[in-house]
């Protein structure tokens, strides 16, 4: 089979794969939900949102990967690549929201003593666990060489987690009445939900801000180029995300007069050191002469 018709195949069948991980959470979502009212239990209706970001962050993943197929054009010269940040910005601050609305529902919760039916948390919760597990094994493959598959794959493992805490509380209330677990684990799911949405959404932020790669410094990439012969200072320098896995470069470097017939060769040196060392895949270099002196490494143009 031709390798265009092997690498179609296999992204066919990946996204048949996150199409049935989605539709199974989003099932689950529902049930979760559903349960959670008929039992009283909040760390159930905890439980299902969870699932949901879950769900979510599953379709953003199909979703951008057929965006991110689209060349670019008039309208954007950069690509699509940005719409599944665009996308997980919205989701990730949706769910912070509502884990903040159930955390706050919960503290009103424990100055009244609410009913929880925990045989039907133990078996909602249950059936959770193995749609976790499930969901899991669907994206296992896949997260060996995708990050944001490997990240949602390890999401899962969490949720399962989260799913065992549920069904000991059921248990707890079954055996000692001890509703206020409910409660406790609610306030648990909630917290851990914000500590996991936290660091996404930052990354989000940073990339739409266009924000210096966190693992770059922009005072190394300067003494980089300035090492190379001819380069008599560096300025006006740039280092952002287009999008999630692609940085870009700008630079104006400046040269001295006797380097101008070779720039060609320069240009193409400081574009592999900004690729080697970097990582970037673009790189735009404006050479100008003149003294180096009060020019700023960073500011405006």
């Known amino acids: 089979m031709p390798r265009d018709s092997h690498d179609y195949a296999t992204g066919d069948a990946s996204a048949r794969r996150l199409g049935i991980a989605v539709a199974i959470n989003l099932l689950l979502t529902a049930a979760q939900i559903i349960g959670g009212v008929l039992a009283g239990s909040l760390s159930l209706v ?9 769900a979510a962050g599953l379709l953003l993943a199909l979703t951008a990967r057929r965006i991110s197929k689209r060349p670019a054009d008039e309208d ?7 719409a599944s940040v665009v996308g997980g910005l919205i989701n990730l601050t949706s769910i912070v929201v509502i884990a903040g ?11 009244e003593r609410p009913e929880v039916d925990g045989w039907i948390v133990v078996i909602v919760a249950g059936v959770a666990l193995a749609v976790d597990v499930a969901t899991a094994v669907l994206t296992y493959a896949m997260s060996k060489s995708s990050i944001n598959i490997k990240a949602a794959f390890l999401h899962n493992l969490a949720d399962a987690l989260a799913s065992v805490v549920v069904i000991i509380t059921g248990t707890l209330i079954i055996l000692f009445d001890w509703y206020w677990t409910d409660l406790v684990a609610t306030i648990g799911i909630s917290i ?16 739409l801000m266009q924000s210096t790669p966190e693992d770059v410094d922009v005072r190394a990439v300067a003494d980089a180029i300035a090492s190379c012969e001819g380069v008599e200072g560096v300025f006006h320098l740039h280092v952002w995300m287009i999008e999630e896995h692609t940085r870009s470069v700008e630079v104006r ?46 500011a405006r143009h």
């Open 46 to 54: 905890a439980d299902a949102l969870h699932n949901f970001s879950d």
């Open 76 to 82: 954007r010269t950069f690509g699509y690549g940005r």
């Open 101 to 111: 609305y159930l955390l706050i529902e919960a503290i009103t919760r424990a100055f």
């Open 192 to 207: 851990y939900i914000v500590w996991m949405s936290v660091p996404p959404l930052k990354r989000c932020i940073r990339i």
């Open 253 to 298: 470097v400046v040269v001295d007069d006797r380097r101008i017939s070779e720039l060609a060769p320069l240009r193409l040196q400081i574009e592999e050191l900004l690729a080697e060392s970097f990582d970037a895949a673009h790189a735009t270099i404006e050479f100008v002469n003149g003294s180096p002196a009060d020019r700023p490494l960073i």
